[in-house]
């Protein structure tokens, strides 16, 4: 399991993070919503340490981080191993093949021999439906199948997590859809998952738990049904804010 | 004219190729090499013994590129012979010629290329590093496998101008006795007074070596961004 207490980070006297203090149930999907400049996605990188708040503790299941003492390179890599990070701007590696970026990872890092990691990476290719792609270059892909190699990048580390921050928001309708197809594959996989997104039936249909954010401060915690039915005037607002009427 | 033109011309592209060419190639090769490490040591963000590591690097590259390469040939073979250094040079550091020429060209191609490696590497955007960091690398592993490779394709164009420009440069070399091909052409020019039809073939021959080159550098530029095609045809940015 996934869990912080008191996080707190500023940018200059821009407090970001104020306080936070949760839980990510393991082999559940968790959503964090919020308006944007919220804080989601400093929260989000705090989880991998890409961001370094100034005080709370993370434990990263057996491993605990308080942030408030240094951390050494060591631990940075191994908390690194629990979670995985996919991101809005997909980031795959340009100058490698589609199969080269997902074997970079398992083949540099946990040392699986290429032979092994190449058969999964085909396996993952198939799963997220770009069995074909293998060869292509990251140039040569629209921004939906980009974002699948993606998730298959990351689940190729066998992560205990995988974190995404807006991982459509760059995307067409179109290819959203895709997408988000393969994220509910894995959601009914058991894949723990942490998932920043603004697309609010996306976050209805796939979260076990709703995290709200507004200002750096947590403002709801808890069931997603719980949520979208909040008399929290605020939560209402917010949901207000989403959803497109006339 | 053609008999005097057919005499000098082997004789002038033998020098091109024993001389200027290797010249030329092997103070590009050190150079480079020296690029990486001084680049790479201006972007670490390590304190402590870096920041003087960084200065080094720093006053090194301002040194060789504010200094004109033909005073720092001369420096370092006319120069350093007085240069007595008690127990390690007593009578002074005496080079002959080509171990003077190929290190004051790998020094100064260095200059410029540890510049033009470390803006390449600068510009690898900031997603590469944190996707990179994301999977477990560590910083070595990170630059080696993913920046790296992606900042010497876009240095590319830079570096092969400088290699082209070191080329014609090495005709420097003729100052400190490197019979190199500019030397031959004067030394033929002084036997047979046609010096307007020698140093115009020199030229010539510069010219030709020259245009191969950036030939080479497009088949490469080509090769090495093949995988910035998009499946239509055009490149993307
Ligand atoms: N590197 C940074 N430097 C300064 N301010 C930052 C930086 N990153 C984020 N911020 C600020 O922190 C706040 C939260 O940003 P972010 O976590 O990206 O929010 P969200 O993902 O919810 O939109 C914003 O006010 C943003 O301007
Ligand atoms: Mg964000």
Redesign the pocket.
């Known amino acids: 399991m996934i869990s912080v207490e008191n996080l707190t980070k500023s940018?200059?006297d821009?407090v970001?993070l104020d306080h936070i203090s949760t839980a990510f149930p393991a082999e559940e999907t968790t959503v964090i919503l919020?308006?944007?400049?919220?804080?989601?996605?400093?929260?989000l990188r705090s989880l991998n340490l890409l961001e370094r708040p100034e005080s709370g503790v993370l434990h990263l299941e057996d491993l605990t981080i308080d942030y408030a003492q240094p951390i050494s390179s060591k631990t940075t890599l191994a908390a690194r191993q629990v979670t995985e990070m996919v991101f809005q701007s997909f980031n795959l590696f340009p100058h490698l093949t589609v199969l080269k970026n997902i074997i970079e990872g398992p083949v540099h890092v946990l040392k699986t021999p290429k032979a092994d990691a190449e058969k999964e990476a085909r396996e993952l290719l198939q799963q997220v439906g770009l069995a074909d792609k293998a060869d292509s270059y990251p140039a040569q892909l629209s921004g939906g199948q980009a974002q699948r190699v993606a998730i298959a990048r990351s689940l190729a580390m066998h992560p205990r997590y995988i974190l995404l921050d807006e991982p459509t928001s760059a995307l067409d309708p179109e290819l959203e859809l895709e997408v988000l197809k393969v994220l509910l594959k894995i959601h009914d996989e058991n894949q723990s998952m942490i998932i920043?997104t603004h697309n609010m039936s996306f976050a209805k249909q796939v979260a076990n738990k709703i995290l709200f954010?507004e200002h750096?401060k947590m403002r709801y915690d808890g069931p997603t049904a719980g949520f979208f039915n909040s008399d929290d005037a605020r939560i209402q607002a917010f949901l207000a804010s989403m959803t497109f009427t006339l | 004219m053609w008999k005097i033109i057919t005499e000098a011309l082997p004789q002038l592209i033998v020098a091109g190729l024993k001389y200027t060419i290797p010249i030329a190639v092997i103070s590009f090769i050190i150079g480079l090499a020296l690029a990486l490490v001084v680049a790479l040591t201006r972007i670490s963000t390590k304190r402590g013994a870096f920041n003087i590591l960084r200065w080094i690097a720093g006053f090194y590259v301002w040194l060789f590129r504010s200094t004109p390469l033909l005073v720092q040939l001369f420096i370092v073979y006319f120069g350093l012979p007085y240069l007595i250094i008690p127990g390690l040079a007593p009578t002074g550091i005496k080079l002959d010629p080509y171990t003077a020429g190929i290190i004051t060209f790998s020094l100064n191609t260095g200059a410029y290329c540890a510049e033009t490696v470390r803006a390449a590497l600068l510009s690898v955007p900031e997603g590469q590093w944190e996707a990179a960091y994301a999977i477990g690398m560590n910083r070595s592993l990170v630059l080696r496998r993913i920046i790296i490779p992606q900042a010497l394709r876009t240095a590319l164009p830079p570096l092969s101008n400088s290699f082209i420009g070191l080329v014609k440069d090495t005709s420097l070399a003729a100052s400190i006795t490197i019979v190199e091909m500019f030397e031959v052409s004067q030394q033929i020019a002084a036997a047979n007074y046609q010096p307007l039809l020698m140093y115009s073939l020199v030229a010539l021959i510069y010219a030709v070596f020259c245009t191969v080159l950036s030939w080479l550098q497009k088949w490469l530029e080509n090769k090495s961004s093949a995988y910035l095609q998009t499946t239509q045809g055009g490149a993307h940015s």
Not at chain 1, 34 to 43: C, D, Q, V, Y
Request: aromatic share 12%; hydrophobic share 30%.
């Open positions: 940018f200059g821009n970001v919020g308006p944007s400049g919220s804080g989601k996605s400093t929260f920043v954010l750096g």
